[in-house]
Structure formats: C-alpha cells, structure tokens
Nanobody, 125 residues
C-alpha cells in the first residue's frame, strides 16, 4: 500500500505562483510513475503532469507546459509541483497519484493505483 497526502493549495491571483507537495509513505519502493491530475467543478479529471521515478523523465500537458514543473525529492519521498504564471483555468482540485506499473499510459487515470485526497487551487481573475 502507498499513501499520498497533498498540501500547498490555496488562493492566488492570476499570474501568481504556488508549490504543491505530495508526501508518499508506505511501500514507496513500488512506485514507478507519479502524476498530478486536476478536476474543475463540473468537469472530468484532467491529467496535468507525470514523472518516471526511475530517472528524471517528465511529461506535461500542453496547457501547463512551460509553466508547471514536476520534481521528486527522493530522500523525502515527496513530489513537488511548482506552478507559475497561474491562470483562472488552472483552478481545481489537484490530486497526486502513484502507479506501480511502468506504463506508457501515464495520462490515463486508470494507470494509477493510489490517489491522494486532493488540494484545492483557486486562481482569481
């Protein structure tokens, strides 16, 4: 089992920055991919970014590329999501998720075995 706890969400103005954290515990040695998703009210959960824990390969959705950066502090088993130049459309609940499989389908929620409870990010216009 892997437990994931997100933190760092909040209210920020357009153009502002936030850094989200995802603290992993339990069988973290089983994690292969760690991803971030977000869900806005009335919308489906949307993939944001992912990182392969075997190296430093990371992936970003077109909507956040160049503004968001995912990284992993392996010593602390904590994933970080640095977000800059935030826009109102970035508003939503952000979830981190861990996959125990080395899948190429890192954009699919079905790839992930464990999910955090989410943290709210609100970007005001």
């Amino acid at each position: 089992q892997v437990q994931l706890v997100e933190s760092g969400g909040g209210l920020v103005q357009t153009g502002g920055s936030l850094r989200l954290s995802c603290a992993a515990s339990g069988r973290t040695d089983r994690m292969y991919i760690l991803g971030w998703f977000r869900q806005a009210p009335g919308k489906e959960r949307e993939w944001v970014t992912a990182i392969r824990l075997s190296g430093t390969t990371s992936y970003y959705s077109a909507s956040v590329k160049g503004r968001f950066t995912i990284s992993m502090d392996n010593a602390k088993d904590t994933a970080l999501l640095q977000m800059i130049s935030l826009k109102p459309e970035d508003t939503g609940v952000y979830y981190c998720a861990a996959s125990t499989r080395g899948s190429y389908y890192y954009q699919s929620p079905g790839t992930y075995d464990y999910w955090g409870q989410g943290t709210q990010v609100t970007v005001s216009s």
